[in-house]
């Protein structure tokens, strides 16, 4: 029986075998790349200049190296903080990013459609996380407080920090590495940024998504009067970085038309076609053959201006006229221009590049919406306006999206995505990432109760999934998702997947369990889940063979016994529930501590299960 392998997909491993696929002859025996061979198959195009056009910086290799170390970590459900836990396909993540993203590479490889960030700006006020990529949950339970370290604290990055920039690069880079492997194929990413790092934010997204696949940097107007106390400019705005995986055949889903802009078609002329709209019928620059005299039903005659023609040749423009496509004014006396009918334009329109808060909101309507959930008390600074994340999510989800936001704050993005669904009908659903950052104890949210930003979060996506409900039409209320699994980071449920490779033997010598005493049978079960490539949101069933639990995820795509006293009657009903389903391939995962060293009943299963026809490579222990 093989044993189920511990760590989070091997990123370097599947680097490995996309170079295999592409050039079989550079890899050489043991899979290592034969470098002389690879820079002959690429021929012309090395570069082996010295100096050469790159953006670099101290721990720039580090980063990469650390984006592709396995986690050791684990996701742990927590029920009790969760609303419809076994409903909900939503999910809640508490916990530093850089380690869930890694979690989630197998599972969620391909299949995030938008992702949509707002990472700290690194203003000199807010805190970059420090990764160590030598043990990052470790890392992590001691700068959040819940193992003892001496002197890691959870600070603020200041200007005056000589690696102020570099820190800031070294916390985004592998992050979003590790992103750009969950999106689909058309997948986008939008990522919020200010000055302070959004050109290098921009070469870093270069380097990572490719140049080509930049879609837009959007403006967004976040502020609509000056503050007048800074001495030379008021900055009102932020910038929206958007990058697609692969942009060949990517489109956006456009706008919906708004009111406004349909006010804007009128029909003076009581065309039988209805609401229609000027456009100019002169265009730059000037075709010589589109440059001719026109009269109008006035008589008067006119040319189009200098240096522009007509939009349309003379042919074209008699076929206008004569099916009165042609405005020439109340009085038939104006310079003609073209009727746009409503009923001929698309019902969306192509988004422009600066978003003004009038379409999406601005800070302060954000924080006084976010401040009306709370009673009028402001728990979150600067939160995004939900009108922006859903316009953000609108262009590019499909109804059935996976939206992934993994610097989650105030969870706008639960919030907009609901809020989508319950407009549209959609059954989007919002993956959410964020580490518990402690509440300043001074602070309006901390004396309520709240201790960390994902309280405030999770509280948030309560408040708002019952408000939006409130709004909806009765036959919708039991369709739309407000729910969400919490889920938390930790270290790995078993033992020889925590501990350093080198002690190994002694130290699992002292155990009885490969398993950690505290930990639950359900915790177990969805660390092999993240393992085994399963979404977090599949189906947990469970049923007993003479008292003992075997899982059924997925129905029958993977079964788990993770019991004592683990015999051939297992074998058996897995082998039942199997043919019931019809399922082509399936899994097994067994306790190896359950067989408790009887090596017969442990090979009895095994030929059990491959004569039902289970591959070898699918009965696993563990
Ligand atoms: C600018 S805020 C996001 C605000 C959010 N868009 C909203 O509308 O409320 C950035 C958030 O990222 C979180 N964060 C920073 N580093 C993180 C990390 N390593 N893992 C997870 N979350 C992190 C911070 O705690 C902060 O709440």
């Known amino acids: 029986m093989n044993k189920l392998q511990g760590e989070s997909l091997n990123i370097t491993k599947q680097n490995i075998n996309r170079l ?42 580090q980063a990469i190296l650390g984006a592709q170390k396995p986690s050791k970590g684990t996701l742990r459900p927590l029920i009790d903080r969760s609303k419809n836990f076994h409903q909900t396909e939503n999910l809640y993540i508490e916990g530093d990013n850089l380690e869930v993203l890694k979690l989630l590479q197998k599972s969620y490889n391909g299949k995030i459609k938008v992702i949509y960030i707002d990472p700290p700006y690194n203003t000199g006020k807010d805190f970059v996380y420090k990764d160590n990529f030598a043990n990052g949950v470790q890392n992590y339970l001691e700068l959040t407080g819940q193992v003892d370290a001496e002197g890691n604290q959870l600070s603020t990055n200041t200007e005056s920090n000589g690696r102020f920039h570099t820190d800031w690069l070294n916390m985004m880079y592998p992050r979003l590495k590790l992103a750009r492997n969950l999106l689909t194929d058309d997948g986008v990413i939008f990522i919020s940024i200010d000055d302070s790092e959004q050109e290098k934010l921009k070469m870093i997204c270069n380097e990572i998504f490719g140049e080509q696949n930049f879609l837009a940097q959007v403006i967004w107007e976040r502020a609509y009067s000056p503050v007048n106390l800074k001495k030379n400019f008021s900055e009102s705005h932020d910038f929206i970085l958007v990058y697609g995986k692969n942009i060949h055949g990517l489109e956006s889903n456009g706008l919906k038309r708004t009111q406004a802009a349909n006010d804007r ?35 008067r005659k006119v040319m189009p201006p200098s240096g522009y023609s007509w939009r349309l ?19 038939g006396n104006n310079v003609p221009s073209i009727k746009r009918f409503l009923s001929e334009v698309k019902d969306t329109i192509t988004p422009m590049t600066i978003w003004k808060y009038q379409d999406v909101g601005h800070s302060q309507s954000a924080s006084q919406s976010l401040k009306k959930l709370f009673h009028d008390k402001a728990y979150f600074t600067y939160p995004k306006p939900v009108e922006l994340v859903k316009r953000v999510i609108e262009l590019y989800s499909n109804p059935d999206s996976i939206i992934l936001d993994f610097f ?6 639960a919030h907009a995505t609901m809020q989508l669904n319950a407009e549209d009908g959609g059954n989007r659903k919002f993956i959410l990432v964020q580490l518990p950052e ?14 960390t930003i994902c309280d405030i979060g999770e509280e948030r996506i309560r408040r708002a999934g019952e408000k939006i409900k ?17 889920f938390q980071l930790d270290s790995s449920n078993i033992r020889e997947w925590d501990v350093d490779f080198d002690s190994l033997e002694d130290r699992l010598d002292l155990f009885e369990t490969p398993f950690i005493e505290s930990r639950t049978q359900l915790d177990i079960v969805y660390e092999i889940m993240l393992k085994q490539g399963l979404e977090l949101t599949d189906s947990i ?25 683990i015999n051939v009657n297992i074998a058996n009903a897995i082998i039942e529930k199997w043919n019931h389903y019809g399922r082509e391939t399936s899994s097994v995962v067994l306790s190896d501590a359950g067989f408790a060293g009887n090596d017969t009943e442990k090979l009895n299963c095994i030929e059990l299960l491959k004569g039902a026809g289970y591959p070898e490579e699918n009965i696993l222990t563990i």
């Open 20 to 61: 295999k696929e592409l050039f079989p002859e550079v890899i050489t025996e043991g899979d290592k790349i034969d470098f002389e061979q690879l820079k002959t198959v690429l021929g012309q195009v090395l570069e082996d200049q010295h100096e050469r056009y790159q953006f670099t910086w101290s721990g720039k290799k």
């Open 438 to 451: 402690k509440l300043d104890e001074n602070s309006e949210a901390f004396k309520d109760g709240f201790e």
């Open 265 to 299: 078609y009128s029909n003076p002329d009581n065309d039988p076609r209805g609401l229609w709209k000027s456009s100019d019928l002169s265009v730059g620059p000037a075709i010589e053959k589109n440059i001719y005299e026109i009269t109008t039903p006035s008589g």
């Open 408 to 413: 989650s704050g105030s969870a706008t993005t």
């Open 470 to 486: 409130e709004d909806l039409d009765e036959t919708k209320l039991n369709v739309l998702d407000t729910g969400f699994k919490v």
């Open 313 to 331: 040749n003379k042919e074209k423009f008699e076929e206008y006229v004569n099916d009165n496509r042609i405005w020439f004014g109340p009085d």
């Open 541 to 565: 069933d469970c049923f007993l063979v003479k008292g003992m639990t075997v899982y059924d995820i997925g129905n029958g795509t993977l079964f788990i016994c993770l019991e004592d006293k």
